[in-house]
């Protein structure tokens, strides 16, 4: 018989995770890098500084300016930055050994730089595995979930900045050596870029498109994306939520979770080329859908009558599949045995 998909942290765990998401979302901008120390450094001239030492990425020490030695107003602020900075480092080492979802350093170099120059409150919305990841940690659910070395990132309607953001140089701001994906055909504009090596962080910027792999100018992020089919529908609904990753808790957009269920149906159904992908999506798909039925009485048959049909057709497709994995979870298998076929 099939293990059980996923099991609950205890309350007083999950509490922790809630606390922590909470003053995250009040912080405002984020330190990059390590929470780092203030050191008061002298000038030529005689003149003194305090400055913010801390390391951006692993073996790589930065120094930035804070102010002068007798500000002492840049010196507290910058002090109870560091101090929560360190508080979240804690919390986020404690729910790591806990089994949270905690993606490692680069990802959070990658999301710190973009939350703070406020992509994602003005619309950006993560997708892919780290969508999936994040989903657990919400709901406080134990279950597999592969590590990714990819970001997925998607824009649906214009994001609401005041001013282009260049994506570019959001990722060169995190100190690390990224460099442009060239398009394929090689004309076409870079949608990704990645850090040097076969199995070295990626980033993607995803849109919304009737056919795959289009390319499409986002002109607020300087940039162009990737289209995926029925990507208006998955990020028609957004929720605010927060990313585990590094020593940070990150507020992040996700894309609406049931919506998310149906697309990896339909996604899984899509990756002829790559089983082991097709076989994740599907995974992420029933156990986000075991959450939701078991510990949220969620109905899925309004979201399921909403979903475009391809996506309808896509899970009934996979249902042989979908009640060998549910074989611990008969709640759940009840509900989507039950949907309409029509």
Not at 88 to 98: D, G, R
Not at 103 to 119: I, M, P, S, T
Request: proline letters at 6%; glycine letters at 6%.
């Amino acid at each position: 018989m099939s293990e059980p998909l996923y099991r609950l942290h205890e309350l007083t765990v999950r509490t922790i995770y809630s606390d922590l998401k909470q003053r995250a979302g009040a912080a405002g901008a984020l330190l990059p890098g390590t929470p780092g120390t203030l050191v008061k450094r002298a000038t030529a001239q005689g003149h003194e500084y305090w400055y913010r030492s801390y390391y951006p990425v692993p073996k790589k020490r930065l120094e930035v300016v804070v102010g002068r030695a007798d500000d002492t107003e840049a010196y507290d602020a910058m002090q109870q930055r560091i101090s929560h900075a360190a508080w979240a480092a804690k919390q986020v080492a404690s729910l790591s050994k806990l089994a949270f979802q905690v993606a490692d350093k680069e990802v959070a170099a990658v999301l710190v730089e973009l939350h703070n120059r406020g992509v994602f409150e003005a619309g950006l919305i993560v997708v892919g595995t780290l969508a999936y990841r994040s989903w657990l940690n919400e709901y406080g659910a134990i279950a597999t979930a592969a590590r990714t070395q990819d970001i997925d990132l998607a824009r649906g309607k214009t994001l609401k900045l005041a001013a282009t953001v260049p994506f570019m140089s959001s990722m060169m701001a995190t100190k690390m050596p990224f460099h442009r994906i060239p398009g394929l055909p090689s004309h076409n504009p870079s949608t990704s870029v990645k850090l040097r090596g076969v199995d070295a962080l990626h980033v993607d910027i995803l849109a919304p498109g009737p056919v795959l792999g289009e390319i499409v100018e986002i002109p607020e992020l300087d940039w162009h994306a990737q289209t995926i089919p029925y990507y208006d529908y998955l990020l028609e609904d957004t929720q605010s939520a927060a990313m585990l990753a590094g020593g940070h808790c990150i507020p992040i957009k996700l894309a609406n979770v049931q919506r998310m269920i149906w697309h990896k149906f339909y996604s899984s159904t899509q990756r002829k080329a790559d089983p082991a992908k097709a076989e994740k999506d599907l995974l992420q798909a029933v156990t986000l859908a075991a959450i939701l039925v078991e510990q949220e009485s969620t109905d899925l048959q309004e979201s399921y009558r909403d979903a475009p049909q391809a996506l309808r057709a896509a899970a009934l497709t996979r249902m042989p599949r979908i009640e060998m994995l549910l074989g611990q979870h008969p709640q759940a298998l009840d509900a989507l045995r039950t949907l309409p076929r029509a």
